[in-house]
């Protein structure tokens, strides 16, 4: 069939990408599902960084490429050996298909699943295949979904089926990945119990997900850091109990200080090692720094070795939130629903797909929390 989709051309592009136009509006052929795929109708797919830093040149991947990772939409069609989902389910997209026989899925770990890491660095499908043709020629899939298009087809893996008829598409598709990674950071991977502290360091759509995430854990102190001021007070009307401003001087040891030494679990968001490097700084003896946050691959980030062992510090990164994403997006959309997880709050803008250059400005620049392209 015939679709619209926006295609990565080349990688690096520089900004501001309204001029450059990385991502070009294209009528590209889709394969029919796989067996053990579906065609989804795309309803919203969300602009993130993880995107982004593939546009920039951050992420190297395989060019050209239908980007869109964050999505929701409609199931079309089934393949012949899918038994589970049927047309006009709801489904939610979830951008690490799994295998379920590696032994991190077998370990209950699906975010980890070898082969479907494999594929997504490939840029196919799982089992190599690619469905997305340009006069011909293969164009490459996006964490086996690209949903910069008005259908995708991907992995059965690929989707959670929701009972979400009243959620809006805009609303439903943060659930795939800014609410799985930052929500997850903080149930699945820091475990956050009442009455603990917890700072958030970077307050994109996934640190915000990660404060909403420390509300509803129960965390008493809860610390937002960004280099934004209105991101700053969104998190404070979010439920932060206080905010600090990244470019403070000296601001760890104010931090540590304000905190008795430091809190319980520290979340780095940004994605950057110097904010990686202050999350460290302001955990306690015997606390937990989580990294979620995306770096450079030739970006490293050092600890003195007798810290660890002295202070008794665990330092963990946090792949999808730890998550389990049939357990879990049905689980936080029953916390959304309950009021525990006001996630729509992170939505600032809607675009269609010829706004997308301008869409990733906005996002590169700071400017919006969570934007979504509207298919429906």
Avoid at 77 to 96: K, S
Wanted: with cysteine.
């Amino acid at each position: 069939m015939k679709i619209r989709a926006a295609v990565l051309t080349s990688s690096p592009a520089a900004a501001p990408f309204a001029e450059s136009r990385p991502l070009e509006i294209r009528e590209l052929e889709l394969d029919p599902p796989g067996p053990e795929e579906v065609l989804v109708r795309i309803g919203a797919a969300g602009l993130c960084h993880s995107d982004l830093s593939v546009i920039n040149g951050n992420r190297p991947r395989p060019v050209p490429m239908v980007l869109g990772h964050e999505a929701a939409g409609t199931v079309v069609q089934v393949g012949g050996a899918v038994r589970d989902l049927l047309p006009g389910d709801r489904v939610v997209m979830t951008f690490q298909p799994t295998c379920g026989a590696c032994l991190p899925c077998a370990e209950g770990r699906p975010a980890l699943c070898i082969p479907g890491a494999a594929a997504n660095g490939k840029g196919v499908l799982m089992g190599d295949a690619m469905r997305l043709h340009d006069q011909g020629r293969e164009v490459h899939h996006h964490c086996g979904v690209s949903a910069y298009a008005d259908h995708a087809v991907v992995s059965r893996h690929s989707v959670v089926r929701v009972d979400a008829d009243d959620i809006p598409f805009a609303e439903l598709a943060l659930f795939g990945c800014a609410v799985q990674t930052g929500v997850g950071a903080v149930l699945n991977t820091c475990r956050v119990q009442p009455g603990q502290s917890v700072a958030i360091v970077g307050l994109g759509g996934v640190g915000l997900a990660a404060l909403l995430g420390a509300v509803a854990a129960g965390a008493t102190d809860i610390l937002a850091v960004d280099l934004s001021d209105d991101k700053l007070a969104l998190a404070r009307d979010l439920g932060a109990t206080r905010t600090f401003h990244a470019a403070e001087p000296d601001l760890a040891d104010r931090i540590r200080a304000d905190t008795g030494g430091g809190v319980d679990h520290a979340i780095e968001l940004a994605g950057a090692v110097p904010a990686f490097e202050l999350a460290y700084a302001i955990t306690r003896r015997g606390g937990q720094t989580v990294t979620a946050g995306l770096a450079a691959p030739t970006a490293e980030f050092r600890i003195p070795a007798v810290n660890v062992v002295a202070d008794e510090r665990t330092v963990k990164g946090s792949y999808m939130g730890s998550c389990v994403p049939q357990r879990d997006i049905p689980r936080f959309i029953r916390m959304y629903r309950a009021g525990q997880l006001p996630v729509n709050r992170l939505l600032t803008h809607t675009l269609t797909l010829d706004q997308i250059n301008e869409g990733f400005d906005l996002l590169d620049q700071g400017r919006a929390i969570r934007q979504v392209v509207l298919f429906d």
